[in-house]
């Protein structure tokens, strides 16, 4: 039975996944379904998406970035291009398009990857703000996605390892955007205490 969507607030989230093949059909996307289903799962919000396809061309990135900002996304989510290879320019293009950088998105995320893969250090991901949004690039791999903004869980389904997410939603309120509600199954936001919204009450 679904919630009523009156209860949380409504969200417009950008979600781009970055490739040069897969944008010329050489290869099914496989970026934006992963990115769309993890938030479908990991919110309670009504969310509306703004999805793009791209390929690995700076200017083009940089362009989609703020284009999904000026129009009202508050969070915007990319795939891809994150590597040392050439035409690798997505950290390049999210950070020309900056008010301010949020490095410790990027630590993390490799931090997560590091349980699994000594060439994790070669993941350049970054995060910005721009006016009231927050960008961040994630990996590629729809597992590596999942893994990073969920993080690590025991077979009890304690969490090891913090995933990024958790600290989304309240980056997202001290920007100015929307409140975000995650499902605690999935990814338990942290908010201090006196940032804590009291449940709207059901129409």
């Not at 791999?141 to 993080?151: F, N, S, V, Y």
Request: a negative charge; proline letters at 8%.
């Amino acid at each position: 039975m679904s919630e009523p969507s009156a209860l949380h607030d409504p969200v417009k989230i950008g979600i781009v996944s970055i490739s040069d093949r897969a944008s010329s059909g050489v290869y099914e996307d496989k970026g934006l379904p992963a990115l769309q289903d993890w938030l479908t799962r990991a919110l309670h919000n009504p969310i509306t998406f703004e999805p793009r396809l791209i390929p690995d061309e700076q200017a083009g990135i940089s362009a989609a970035l703020i284009e999904l900002v000026d129009a009202g996304c508050c969070l915007v989510l990319t795939t891809g291009g994150t590597g040392p290879a050439l035409r690798d320019v997505t950290p390049e293009a999210t950070l020309a398009v900056a008010h301010k950088e949020m490095p410790g998105f990027g630590e993390q995320m490799r931090q997560i990857s590091l349980k699994f893969v000594p060439t994790a250090i070669l993941s350049r991901q970054v995060a910005v703000i721009r006016d009231q949004s927050l960008i961040i690039n994630l990996p590629g791999q729809p597992k590596a996605i999942a893994e990073t903004l969920e993080g690590l869980k025991d077979a009890n389904g304690q969490q090891i390892v913090p995933g990024i997410f958790a600290a989304v939603p309240y980056c997202v309120d001290l920007i100015g955007g929307p409140y975000l509600e995650t499902r605690d199954e999935v990814c338990k936001a942290f908010r201090p205490k006196n940032a804590i919204r009291a449940p709207k009450a059901a129409l």
